[in-house]
């Protein structure tokens, strides 16, 4: 039956060994039509069924989640068959090389080290976790960098990085916080040349904080002043000023002497 078949059907590699592959139940199909995976990673493993389906709200199978998953050489081929009590249907069947599906994480333990005195930092990581491949080469990074106070902002300073695991960043600004993120892709091998997920943030850097000692101090200056700028104000309407300081009589400009 034409139309039968599975639809829009994908998989992805992701946290090392995990894939997961979904589809669409054909326009065409009967609403009873169940569908099967089989797959193979290579020409000499035999196919399996699918052990763990994803399911619709009617119970049809759209989808399977597998585990233990190693990249091979070869291309994995996979096949969707269906049955239906009211007619045959048509099966779906595809070659792919896992490695192109492989949704790559972000470098591991990204540190930054500041030198004060130059006013660089060295950026460090390790490349990330692949069933296939342990060698530098195969990856490039990128490396995104802003300010913590503005971690919307426009990115204060991007480079790409390939086969190495350290990169040195010059600070323009040794007063500031900075926000470091880093992502990967395949750069040779069989490592898909996509670019992988962000980094959760690294921080860094310095940062422009007055200590509370001396807030205390400018405000008990602040008070201090206003204080003293009303007292002269309210003296000056009430006349206690004079009270207070009270004039001293001018001498008497001509004194008699008498004998």
């Known amino acids: 039956m034409n139309g039968s078949a599975i639809e829009n059907f994908s998989c992805m590699i992701y946290n090392v060994s995990f894939m997961n592959c979904t589809w669409r139940a054909g326009r065409d199909a009967p609403g009873d039509t169940q569908y099967f995976l089989y797959w193979k990673n290579s020409r000499y493993d035999d196919a399996m069924e699918c052990e763990l389906y994803i399911k619709d709200e009617n119970g049809r199978n759209t989808g ?5 998953v190693k990249i091979e050489i070869e291309k994995a081929y996979f096949l969707v068959n269906g049955s239906s009590k009211d007619s045959l249907i048509q099966f779906y069947d595809e070659y792919i090389q896992l490695y192109k599906i492989e949704k790559l994480m972000p470098p591991s333990n990204i540190t930054v080290n500041c030198d004060e005195i130059k006013k660089d930092c060295i950026i ?5 976790q692949i069933s296939h491949s342990n060698k ?14 503005n971690p919307e902002g426009k990115t204060k300073y991007t480079s790409i990085q390939e086969g190495v695991n350290s990169h040195t960043f010059q600070r323009s ?20 040349p996509a670019w992988g997920e962000w ?46 300081f009270p004039q001293i009589p001018e001498p008497k400009k001509y004194i008699s002497w008498t004998a």
């Open 124 to 128: 460090q990581w390790q490349q990330p």
């Open 199 to 244: 980094s959760a943030p690294v921080e860094f850097g310095n940062e422009e904080i007055i200590s509370s000692s001396v807030w205390i101090l400018l405000v008990v200056a602040v008070v201090t002043l206003l204080v003293a700028v009303v007292a002269i104000l309210f003296c000056k309407r009430t006349g206690c000023w004079k009270a207070a």
């Open 64 to 68: 399977c989640r597998f585990q233990n």
């Open 173 to 192: 600004n040794t007063r500031k916080r900075y926000l470091l993120k880093m992502r990967t892709a395949g750069s040779a091998c069989l490592v898909n």
């Open 136 to 149: 530098d080469k195969c990856f490039k990074y990128e490396i995104n960098i802003k300010y913590k106070d």
